[in-house]
């Protein structure tokens, strides 16, 4: 089994900490967890306004972006006595995932799924496949679950497709209420006290940059990570992320998953040890 050698890793993600560290834990590593997020429940009201067109029949396709928003949606029209409308509305709609875990939300609740974009499930292969399907879109509306930001490029990409968007926020991503554990990994990392930090979402990095800056401690661990500390990104949207502060990941496995990510962590290592330049396969 592949070995992290009771290396520390920084970890920064919150809704899946626990297994995360558990992944990390099995496979020889000390995990070093930091939230770098919360999920806040949005109050702008969009996700009645969604369920009232959906139930009306007015939606031509609706988008779920995310396994969270999804059930946040479908946790909305239960709470409002609204579930039986909902899930029947949904049934006679075109509904698109971009990855599993909406597809696995709308599975548990009976409710066919139309498209789901090909691995490794980013807007760019959600897009393709969506303008592919030759579904006539101008005029149409188009239901667009965002997560925590919105998704600009996908907006943009629909609207000039002539759909009429109704966009659902159900949640958004803020800074902890505890920044502490942040901010001593931020430290440890430029003190190189620690031996990677595991990115699995755009905001994770985008976070850590904000606090690592309002320490005055940007630069230092934008080097820090480009050097002795090893950056891994679950992901080409993490690894993007990274790169847009000027940090290369030096690990990304095949399949964006939590699991292959930590398996490529320690394949990296292994590699280096035997002489391998860089850790090849970690970036394949």
């Known amino acids: 089994m592949a070995d992290l050698g009771g290396r520390r890793i920084v970890l920064l ?4 900490a626990s297994e995360l560290a558990g ?32 139930q009306a029949g007015r939606l031509a396709v609706v988008v ?15 709470a409002l006595g609204q579930a039986e409308e909902t899930l029947a509305g949904l049934r006679r709609t075109r509904v698109v995932c971009r990855g599993p875990k909406p597809l696995a939300v709308m599975r ?38 965002h997560y925590g930001q919105q998704n600009q490029a996908l907006k943009e990409a629909l609207a000039a497709a002539g759909a009429r968007l109704l966009e659902v926020s159900p949640y958004r991503w803020e800074l902890p209420q505890d920044l502490g554990p942040l901010r001593s990994a931020i430290e440890a990392i430029v003190a190189g006290e620690v031996d990677a930090v595991c990115f699995t979402s755009r905001p994770q990095v985008l976070h850590l940059f904000q606090v690592a800056d309002s320490l005055g401690l940007a ?15 679950v992901g080409p949207v993490c690894a ?14 095949q399949h964006a998953r939590l699991g292959h990510m930590v398996l490529a962590l320690a394949r990296y290592w292994q590699e280096r040890e035997q002489g391998v330049p860089g850790g090849a396969s970690a970036r394949r």
């Open 64 to 78: 779920f972006l995310t396994g969270v928003g999804a059930q946040a949606v479908l946790d909305t029209a239960f």
């Open 13 to 16: 993600e919150s809704r899946m």
């Open 240 to 253: 993007q992320t990274l790169e847009e502060q000027g940090v290369r990941a030096s690990v990304q496995p």
């Open 108 to 145: 548990a609740h009976g409710v066919p799924v139309a498209l789901v974009a090909p691995p490794p499930h980013t807007t760019q292969e959600l897009l393709a496949a969506l303008l592919s399907q030759g579904w006539e879109l101008k005029g149409s509306e188009v239901a667009l679950q």
């Open 219 to 233: 630069e230092a661990l934008r080097e820090s990570l480009n050097g002795r500390v090893v950056a891994a990104a």
């Open 23 to 54: 992944l990390v834990a099995r496979h020889g590593g000390r995990p070093v967890p930091a939230p770098a997020l919360r999920e806040v429940p949005s109050e702008d009201g969009s996700a009645p306004r969604f369920l009232t067109e959906l």
